[in-house]
């Protein structure tokens, strides 16, 4: 064969490849430029999905929201030490007659001298929840502004402590109903998680304050240049941070002086209670978690972004049945927090366990098998990104349906399991990649009527997917 023949071929195969190319960029570009038909049913999804991520990225974006999230987010480490250090206290050191711990058994008596420990420890970080997050929203919020600034922490704090009662009534004689009234004192109940929503609105609104008036300029007090930086600072910020507080405790005066009613207790009894009934009820609870497997569908990590409306309730809700489980009272509430780990998030958002072992026993697809199994360490400790963009779960209306419907199914089976007493009610709140079933023994203290709920949860769930797994299985993934 001559050289120009081989040089011949050689083109004619470049000229073959690159019709090929421009054929299929075409294609490409046909299907980028489609449109569906005005009053279409394609329009309308197409509308509804640009609206659904318009809204999550807005939500996702929103400074105040993302200063709540990360907050709660950071708090969390305090939140489960103080967690374990109740569970230590009542399943290891406890001696009370008739109840199950290591010091009740022969020898073990001895572990009761370490209980001051984890009491001490509990109650410097469980009651001190609300300080720490209004701490932590002032310097997050302020941050989303750029101001790199430490003393918006006091000054938030300060604002939230104008609000509140220094008395406190005491009973000294129950009997007779002899009252003292003790001046100068701050009750428990504004800085552990009953104060959380009045915190949390109060470190809003006196960052908002504080971070316009610095930037304003208008109250800044100039010092000359041999003055040290760290004096002339002081003097830059001390009006703004004097008129936040005086703004914030001058409102809550004139409210308490218009309604007879102090503004904790109103924003207590009339936003923060009904807001903790709703969201710890089952239907209220079961709408905010297919919102967030909705989210999770158009690629949006759900649980992230609508934490910061649900963290609060959740929060406070558990540091009730924490408190009451130190104590060796009743625990008041199924759903809190550590139900939400538990139950409806359990191997990740949308409970894709169930998937992985769906796909395991009935997929006949190659790629699906393939990610289930490099997926199965990940799902162990509750994480699955894999399985969310890896099959995908985003945008698969086959698989996006039972992966709405899992984490509902999954909390009313828990939800009923536990109010006929066989599961535990949730007192721990325990590091949210502990792996399934350990998970539900912690956080419940120790039934394993939990342990037993959260594995069927998750066999449940398997129930779910299997049918949307049999469909898949008529699919090409080429089509796909």
Not at 36 to 53: D, F, S, T
Not at 312 to 335: H, Q
Request: a neutral charge; glycine letters at 8%.
């Amino acid at each position: 064969m001559s050289k120009e023949e081989i040089n011949l071929i050689i083109i004619s195969s470049k000229t073959e490849q690159e019709v090929r190319r421009l054929h299929n960029e075409k294609e490409i570009d046909k299907k980028q430029k489609y449109k569906p038909e005005e009053g279409g049913c394609c329009k309308m999804v197409e509308k509804l999905m640009n609206g659904m991520l318009s809204f999550a990225a807005k939500l996702s974006n929103q400074r105040h929201l993302g200063a709540i999230r990360n907050a709660f987010t950071s708090l969390l480490p305090v939140v489960v030490t103080g967690a374990f250090c109740t569970l230590i206290s009542n399943v290891v050191c406890n001696t009370r007659p008739g109840y199950v711990s290591v010091a009740n058994l022969p020898g073990m008596s001895w572990l009761a001298n370490l209980s001051p420990i984890f009491t001490a420890a509990n109650y410097g970080t469980m009651n001190f929840i609300s300080i720490g997050i209004i701490i932590l929203i002032a310097l997050g919020l302020s941050e989303s502004y750029g101001m790199k600034d430490f003393t918006v922490a006091p000054v938030a704090l300060g604002s939230y402590i104008s609000l509140c009662l220094t008395t406190a009534t005491v009973n000294c004689d129950v009997s007779e109903g002899v009252v003292h009234e003790v001046a100068s004192v701050l009750a428990a109940s504004y800085t552990d998680a009953k104060g959380l929503f009045v915190g949390l609105i109060t470190a809003l609104c006196a960052t908002e304050i504080y971070c316009r008036l610095i930037k304003s300029g208008k109250l800044e007090i100039r010092l000359p240049e041999s003055v040290p930086s760290n004096v002339a600072r002081s003097f830059t910020i001390l009006f703004p941070a004097a008129l936040t507080i005086l703004i914030i405790s001058t409102v809550g005066f004139v409210f308490q002086m218009i309604t007879g009613m102090s503004v904790f207790v109103a924003i207590t009894t009339f936003i923060q209670r009904p807001l903790m009934n709703i969201l710890t009820g089952l239907p209220g609870y079961l709408f905010l978690i297919f919102m967030t497997t909705v989210l999770w569908v158009f690629g949006i990590h759900g649980t992230q972004t609508l934490g910061a409306v649900y963290s609060p309730i959740l929060l406070a809700a558990y540091a009730e049945n924490e408190a009451a489980y130190a104590a060796g009272t009743a625990i008041p509430n199924i759903i809190c927090s550590p139900f939400l780990s538990c139950f409806s998030i359990i191997t990740g958002a949308g409970i894709t366990g169930g998937l992985l072992i769906s796909i395991l026993l009935f997929s006949k697809r190659d790629d699906y098998r393939a990610v289930a199994r490099i997926a199965i360490p990940c799902a162990f400790f509750n994480i699955n990104e894999p399985v969310t963009f890896g099959l995908p779960i985003v945008l698969n209306p086959i698989l996006a349906i039972p992966f709405m419907i899992a984490p509902a199914v999954s909390a009313s089976f828990a939800y009923f399991m536990t109010s006929i007493g066989f599961c535990g009610r949730m007192v721990v709140n325990s590091p949210w990649t502990t792996p399934p079933m350990l998970m539900a023994f912690l956080s419940s203290g120790g039934s394993i009527g939990a342990a037993i709920t959260q594995l069927l949860c998750i066999l449940l769930a398997a129930v779910v997917y299997t049918p949307f797994v049999l469909i898949s299985n008529h699919q090409k993934p080429a089509e796909e």
